[in-house]
């Protein structure tokens, strides 16, 4: 009976969101969901030791070989009666299907409050039982901490230890938790981690195990938005002192209109031959645009893009004396990221504060590609729809819709649009102070912390208190958005801070929870539609869970940044695009008007698809190189012998060292210069062909296919720099002293500190993109292209490496 329910809950659910390809159809899991409940009371009926003793007879199956698909059942069945003993919640159904779609490698998409935290752990205890360790992978450090501690009493019950890993975290702790059965950190800190153990000269220092199964948590955020930040670690490098803060000097000199122009959309900025005059005079050089000026033309490029179309409390904030950036997607404050360097050296420039040194960089990965190296994943998170393709073409995800555990009763009201951002600015004020009247709870989700704190500003004016949420520490936020649905509460908060926290109404108390109900839940309030539709059904979201009441509504005006960005007015009739439309205070009620909106969200998200399939085509080369590099790399690290080449280059100076140092000591020797200009050869190659891209798009031009050249020349510059790194061994052993055998001397010495961050996309480069892969719909018009293309290549020079090589003596 109850599965016939279920069923057609199911089959409703399939209706609502026919037309796609997803998978509705969960009879196969439905099967065995029925198996598995039929263990139900025989397992309730099991004292803890015996509960306990199954999980060990299913440790030791699991590692005698046996498949793990076959015992599925009985480990859900442990799974489910064991969280119950332990935290008193009872699974539901639509969780245990959830965990079965993630055993089998899927990306189970479950609504915000359905609990996905302990869904997750029925497919992270099925694949930990053969002992090669699971990761789960969060959405930050806290919740990494917080899913970790909350779970551990399940794990430990059944035999298993759990770690977690947090920033900051000294190699033995970080060892110790990858030892774990389970381990719950962000990809960013595994990814970190990772690049780490690529330069590892000690084989004790090495902190991951062979990657083996990972659940993604907040899968879409990670795998989609985040997937084309590069994890980078830097080692120290001779400092580069530029004369950064001069260029900001001229910089703040120049005037608009006279010097420099603006493009239409201030997305852009140019100078006029006036201005290019004045920093020729004040550089004292004679044309700006000669080849031997390029260096300095990049600079005060970087200067000036800096100082005029990158502001403070929206791109970035300044603590601490550091420029912090501010993710444009997220509205957060991004954790050690930075903007190519010469732009953030120019940023530090322009607020006056130390410009910090860039390094050298010695190795990066995508956090795609990153996430690419285990063998098996699988996801969770409440918005996969809209991303199914790019799921399934990138990581072999497919899609299961689970139904909500009790049917989602939320409103989503249609957008409420206005001409400007002032008139959109008032009605939101009049909104929520007229729903705070009542006490029902609001929660507006913001695009920046300046328009957080601007709003937060005018309602506290107007006798409104309200939470502001600025996206600095996420600890602090999930306690206060934990809040958000008491009564009374106005919570404002940029898009995705506090992602991850349960939001109930009237908080912990259950009175109030009745209270807040009948005045019709939380309601949401965005104030920005963002670049996917995925993100605002996130904001949305946060109510409604678990079949409470809620409403979502958003506030927009057709001068919101992401309309201006992308030429929303170009889309519309003719009084609403004109630069004379009157300035009305009152919405837009034009059905055309809200079409037109969800098109541009849609073509945009093509777009980005576009743009990531297209590095994804750039880089799947170097991806493979990197796994050859990687596996000989640790072939060396564990001591395989590496002596044969040494020994047919050079036989005498070889048999000459065996007979005075032995060979064992003679083998340590030779491993540390094969790992010194092995990684000195990965780096290089990693910045070479950085410069290749840059220049290849030009191909394009001339009608060579660039990605088929870019990996010729690749391939050209992989064998060049492999010979050299092969020459420079030898010439290393060569000069090994049998008397004294001094490393450093030898010109092996690697560098003192190493640190890691990640690299922002660069803010002007997403337009040239879209150029590049060809006119996907929206068009930013031909006569933008060269100087697009301009900008691009001063950027990308940006990322060019230092040169370093021999500077390591
Ligand atoms: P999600 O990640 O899906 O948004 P969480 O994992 O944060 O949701 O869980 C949301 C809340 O639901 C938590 O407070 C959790 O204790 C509760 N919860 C999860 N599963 C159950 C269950 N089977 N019965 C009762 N409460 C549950
Ligand atoms: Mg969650």
């Not at 409440?382 to 073409?393: D, F, H, P």
């Not at 008007?593 to 969800?598: A, R």
Request: hydrophobic letters at 40%.
């Amino acid at each position: 009976m109850l599965y016939k329910n279920m069923l057609n809950k199911i089959k409703r659910y399939h209706h609502r969101l026919n037309g796609s390809t997803m998978e509705y159809d969960l009879s196969s899991y439905q099967t065995i969901l029925t198996e598995i409940n039929q263990l139900k009371s025989e397992f309730e009926n099991k004292s803890d030791e015996q509960l306990k003793s199954i999980s060990h007879r299913l440790i030791n199956k699991a590692r005698n070989q046996v498949c793990l698909d076959d015992l599925l059942c009985e480990s859900y069945a442990a799974v489910r009666e064991t969280i119950w003993r332990v935290l008193k919640l009872q699974p539901f159904d639509v969780q245990i299907i959830g965990g079965i779609a993630m055993h089998q490698g899927k990306l189970a998409e479950m609504q915000t409050g359905e609990g996905k935290t302990l869904t997750a752990v029925f497919p992270a205890y099925l694949n930990a039982l053969s002992g090669k360790g699971v990761h789960v992978l969060t959405f930050n450090d806290y919740l990494a901490r917080r899913d970790a501690q909350w779970m551990v009493p399940v794990y430990q019950f059944l035999g298993f230890n759990v770690g977690f890993v947090q920033e900051g975290m000294s190699i033995a702790d970080r060892q110790k938790a990858y030892r774990s059965d389970i381990t719950y950190l962000t990809a960013k800190e595994a990814g970190f981690d990772f690049l780490r153990d690529t330069l590892c000269y000690d084989q004790s220092n090495i902190v991951h195990r062979d990657f083996h199964y990972a659940i993604i948590d907040e899968a879409d955020s990670i795998l989609i938005d985040e997937a084309r930040v590069p994890l980078i670690i830097a080692g120290a490098a001779e400092n580069f002192v530029v004369d950064t803060f001069r260029m900001a000097q001229i910089a703040r000199g120049l005037h608009e209109n006279i010097d420099f122009q603006f493009d239409e959309y201030a997305r852009n900025i140019f100078l006029t031959d006036q201005g290019l005059k004045r920093i020729e005079n004040l550089l004292n050089c004679s044309n700006l645009y000669d080849n031997e000026n390029i260096e300095v033309l990049t600079r005060i490029n970087c200067a000036i893009h800096a100082k005029y179309l990158l502001h403070q409390d929206i791109d970035y904030i300044v603590r601490n004396d550091k420029v912090e950036l501010v993710d444009e997607f997220t509205g957060r404050v991004a954790d050690k990221r930075r903007w190519p360097d010469g732009l953030q050296a120019a940023i530090e420039a322009k607020e006056n504060i130390a410009v910090q040194s860039k390094g050298n960089i010695l190795n990066s990965i995508t956090l795609q590609h990153f996430i690419q190296l285990y063998p098996k994943i699988s996801g969770m998170t409440a918005t996969a729809q809209s991303a199914e393709q790019e799921l399934r073409k990138f990581y072999h995800l497919d899609i299961v819709v689970i139904p909500p555990n009790k049917p989602c009763i939320r409103k989503d009201y249609p957008d409420i649009i206005f001409q400007t951002k002032a008139a959109k600015h008032q009605a939101l004020i009049n909104e929520i102070i007229e729903v705070h009247k009542a006490r029902r709870p609001i929660l507006v989700g913001t695009r920046s912390v300046a328009e957080s704190v601007m709003l937060a500003d005018d309602l506290k004016k107007l006798g409104v208190t309200c939470e502001v949420l600025n996206a600095k520490r996420d600890e602090y936020e999930a306690r206060i958005i934990a809040q958000a649905g008491k009564l009374g509460a106005v919570t404002i908060s940029t898009n995705m801070a506090g992602r991850g926290t349960d939001i109930r109404l009237g908080g912990a108390n259950e009175q109030e929870k009745e209270q807040v109900a009948a005045l019709g839940g939380l309601y949401i309030i965005g104030t920005n539609k963002h670049e996917s539709q995925r993100i605002d059904r996130q904001l949305r979201g946060r109510a409604g869970r678990q079949g409470d009441p809620g409403s979502s509504r958003f506030f927009i005006s057709l001068e919101d940044d992401l309309f201006v960005k992308y030429r929303l007015k170009e889309l519309l009739p003719f009084q609403y695009a004109s630069a004379f439309a009157t300035v009305e205070l009152s919405e837009i009620k034009n059905p055309l008007v809200n079409k037109e909106i969800n098109r541009i969200q849609r073509i945009i998200e093509g777009q980005n698809l576009e743009i990531r399939k297209t590095v994804c085509k750039y880089s799947a080369l170097v991806e493979q190189q990197r796994k050859m590099i990687f596996q000989r790399r640790k072939d060396i690290l564990i001591g395989n012998s590496n002596l044969d080449s040494y020994q047919s280059n050079s036989p005498a100076h070889f048999q000459n060292l065996v007979t005075k140092i032995g060979e064992k000591q003679l083998l340590k020797i030779c491993n540390r210069i094969s790992l010194f200009y092995l990684d000195q050869f990965w780096s290089n190659y990693l910045a070479e062909i950085a410069d290749i891209r840059e220049g290849i798009h030009l191909t394009r031009l001339g009608g060579q296919e660039p990605v088929f050249e870019f990996h010729k020349i690749s391939i050209e510059i992989f064998d060049k720099l492999k010979n050299e790194m092969e020459l420079d061994s030898i010439k290393s052993f060569n000069n090994i002293n049998d008397n004294h055998v001094d490393l450093d001397s030898l010109g092996l010495k690697t560098p003192s500190a190493t640190w890691t961050y990640l690299v922002n996309d660069n803010p002007f480069e997403d337009m040239l993109e879209i150029q590049l892969i060809g006119n996907v719909g929206l068009n930013t018009g031909a006569g933008l292209y060269w100087p697009l293309m301009g900008l691009y290549l001063f950027f990308k020079r940006l990322v060019k490496k230092t040169p370093d090589d021999e500077s390591s003596d």
